[in-house]
């Protein structure tokens, strides 16, 4: 397993727009909130990051739980972070905090992640 340390981050920031919403709804047929991102819009930005950062490529996604505190609005740049939490080597798994704030500094998306990073390049 490659080398992890708790509480090594990766972060990466997102504006979502009006357009990127149509294209939301149009490949799922959900109705989406014209000012409003969707859960899932969020929860992609950790599978970015658990898929290519930390811990990266091969990483394979076990669980995942997210709460949202409150709106992450269209327009805004939007930051998610995950920080390695816990360190299994012996299972190869690793566990990760996983928080989207808005430009205030507020908390939009928050979570856990659990992946198995055996694989990871």
Request: net charge positive; hydrophobic share 40%.
């Amino acid at each position: 397993m490659k080398q992890f340390e708790l509480g090594q981050i990766a972060s990466t920031t997102r504006t979502f727009s009006a357009a990127d919403l149509a294209e939301y709804a149009a490949l799922t047929g959900a109705r989406t909130q014209t000012n409003i991102v969707p859960a899932s819009l969020l929860g992609g930005m950790f599978s970015y990051l658990l898929g290519t950062t930390l811990p990266g490529h091969g990483t394979n996604y076990l669980k995942q739980h997210l709460e949202f505190p409150a709106p992450a609005r269209v327009g805004e740049a939007i930051t998610a972070t995950v920080e390695i939490v816990r360190l299994r080597p012996e299972k190869n798994l690793v566990n990760l905090r996983t928080v989207c704030r808005n430009p205030r500094g507020e908390i939009v998306c928050e979570g856990e992640a659990l992946v198995k990073a055996k694989d990871v390049a």
